[in-house]
């Protein structure tokens, strides 16, 4: 018989306690100090998170049960996890809604082949590329809730199939273009799910797939927004590209909306941070913050969906954090993650971090051990190395603080992330 996985585990144990999900949330939050709600425990039990080392001890000391039970519970979830995500065979038991949700994504993945196969041979029309259009926009949310090594392989097969389909179909010049756009969107996002899963090769290729074919195309936006990717992975390798940042914006101003000037001008901002041109960057910060309010008659791309004042605000924080100007950076993270709902786990969890170092750079040493506290319960089980890279960062720098005990509860839990340092 298959030991349980963490979730079906804590439910067993919940339920032989007599004890409700919002019972044993309000008894955890009274024992450890720290609050809890119902949904998080809700969260374990799905295993859509998995409790950290420190809420694996006080969930022992609550359900009565070896916390060893419960680390190696965790530590079967963790390969589990990783069996989905490697394309394994699927475990039994445990995970339902996750691998649900995944059969589901499945489900989307393989619409795009039937429509390559419906109309192979066949010609393409203004109705066809509304169809890829909104596939894409429903693909991108996924990116909403899931890290990389869940979602690149959806967003490579999509971005294969849209290929073939192109090639084989025979269509209009405009329609051809339409989709040859369509193409350097779903190169994109394959190239954001592979540099968000740590597959930074793969990434490069995409986004030089895109470029190509936003040029193709003759979509200057869509180039911009190529060049923006690949000056952020510049950047993640210590090697901000000025140059590339700076192109990325000029080629797409001219035909760019707000948002999307709002996009690639922060982004551009985050380059000028980590090469320390503080001056540059506060120009661009600026420049992106009065942009993003401004009206205009033309539609948003989907692409830009998200950007908004806080994500401004967010980008300015952690910019401020960079060029180590805690005074700065505190007040704008601290109010735009206030309002940032938890759901969207990586990219809080990657915030958080800046606000942690931010935290570090002002003294407060047992702020930011609260605060990445909040960003490794939020990273547990995300399919992304990046939160984990970056509470590792901060851990780096809390290590030598480890006579205080809110540190070494964090490191603690830090070394049970799954490739933590």
């Known amino acids: 018989?298959?030991?349980?996985?963490?979730?079906?585990?804590?439910?067993?144990?919940?339920?032989?306690?007599?004890?409700?999900?919002?019972?044993?949330?309000?008894?955890?939050?009274?024992?450890a100090g720290r609050p809890v709600t119902r949904h998080e425990v809700s969260r374990w039990e799905s295993e859509t998170r998995l409790p950290t080392p420190f809420w694996q001890r006080h969930l022992a000391a609550a359900l009565k049960v070896d916390a060893s039970s419960l680390r190696r519970a965790v530590d079967r979830a963790k390969a589990k996890r990783q069996s989905l995500t490697c394309g394994n065979d699927q475990p039994e038991g445990g995970d339902v809604q996750r691998r649900e949700f995944l059969g589901a994504v499945a489900g989307l993945a393989a619409s795009l082949p039937s429509l390559a196969r419906a109309t192979y041979g066949q010609r393409l029309g203004g109705s066809d590329v509304k169809r890829l259009l909104n596939e894409t926009a429903r693909a991108r949310r996924l990116d909403n809730y899931f890290g990389g090594a869940d979602t690149y392989r959806i967003y490579a097969r999509l971005l294969e199939e849209t290929e073939a389909l192109v090639r084989a179909a025979s269509c209009t010049s405009e329609t051809k273009r339409a989709c040859t756009a369509v193409i350097a969107e779903r190169a994109q996002l394959a190239g954001w799910a592979a540099f968000d899963a740590g597959l930074h090769t793969e990434a490069t290729e995409h986004y030089q797939t895109s470029f190509d074919a936003a040029t193709e195309a003759g979509h200057s936006v869509l180039a911009g927004n190529a060049l923006a990717f690949l000056a952020y992975q510049q950047v993640t390798f210590k090697n901000p590209n000025i140059d590339m940042a700076i192109a990325s914006y000029e080629t797409a101003k001219k035909h760019a909306t707000p948002r999307v000037q709002a996009l690639l001008l922060e982004r551009m901002a985050w380059t000028h941070a980590v090469a320390g041109q503080a001056d540059e960057t506060e120009r661009a910060l600026a420049a992106a913050a009065e942009v993003v309010h401004q009206a205009s008659n033309r539609p948003e791309p989907d692409w830009v969906f998200w950007v908004d004042e806080d994500e401004i605000k967010i980008m300015s924080g952690r910019c401020w954090t960079q060029l180590r100007r805690p005074l700065r950076a505190v007040p704008l993270l601290e109010d735009a993650l206030g309002r940032f709902d938890d759901t969207h786990a990586r990219d809080k969890a990657i915030y958080l971090t800046s606000l942690a170092h931010a935290y570090l750079d002002a003294g407060e040493v047992e702020q930011s051990a609260t605060i990445t506290q909040r960003a490794i319960d939020l990273a547990m089980g995300v399919g992304s190395v990046r939160p984990v890279e970056r509470i590792s960062n901060v851990t780096d720098r809390l290590r030598p603080h480890r006579s205080l005990s809110s540190v070494t509860s964090v490191l603690d839990a830090a070394a049970g992330l799954p490739t933590a340092r």
Do not use: N, Y
């Not at 999900?21 to 008894?27: E, F, K, N, P, S």
């Open 1 to 31: 018989m298959h030991e349980p996985t963490i979730g079906p585990l804590l439910r067993a144990c919940r339920k032989d306690a007599l004890a409700s999900q919002r019972q044993l949330a309000a008894w955890l939050s009274d024992r």
